[in-house]
């Protein structure tokens, strides 16, 4: 199946499935039909009507995301999840700012999915949240050595004094 929105040529639609996403602000889950595409866009509707139209409440980027958690492997982070929520129905799709908690009705549809994310954004399978940091520590020598030098200065300004 493909799909066009606004001219654009058509993307693939690699998997399809109901699923109950817990809330960004409001810590509630509301069951949602998603829908992933060949770009590695993850969307959201309240509706598979609505998925046809083209209007998503939400679209999630994989390949920003930092890492997407498989079945069996999600704890929710302290989240309070519904008795339906088993682990092996469980996604977490952590975007640094944000982490989407997911849960699928059965462990078939949460592999499919979680099999077909990997294929469109392989490096979400356990890329490290703070990835972007590796030049943290460059970062921080600099920083100290601009205070040592600041700090030198205002010695031989007050020695001079």
């Known amino acids: 199946m493909s799909v066009a929105f606004g001219g654009k040529s ?3 639609v690699l998997h399809t499935s109901w699923a109950t996403k ?4 409001v810590k509630n889950w ?9 770009d590695a866009t993850l969307s959201y509707f309240k509706d598979d009507e609505s998925s046809s139209a083209g209007s998503p409440l939400g679209v999630i980027d994989l390949t920003q995301a930092f890492q997407v958690k498989g ?3 999600c704890d929710f982070n302290g ?10 129905t469980r996604l977490e799709i952590d975007m640094g ?3 989407f908690f997911v849960f699928f009705d059965n462990a078939g549809d949460a592999a499919a999915m979680h099999a077909q994310m990997l294929k469109v ?5 356990g890329r490290e949240a703070h990835a972007d940091f590796s ?7 600099k920083v100290a050595q601009v205070n040592n030098s600041q700090v030198e200065n205002v010695l031989v300004d007050d020695s001079a004094a």
């Open 79 to 88: 989240v309070i999840a519904p008795p339906a929520a088993s682990r092996e």
């Open 97 to 99: 700012q944000r982490v």
């Open 71 to 73: 079945p069996g492997l």
């Open 121 to 125: 954004a392989p490096n979400t399978s």
């Open 10 to 12: 058509p993307l693939a």
């Open 22 to 25: 817990c809330g960004g602000k």
């Open 135 to 141: 030049n943290f520590a460059d970062m921080l020598a």
């Open 30 to 38: 509301k069951r949602r039909f998603f829908v992933l595409k060949s």
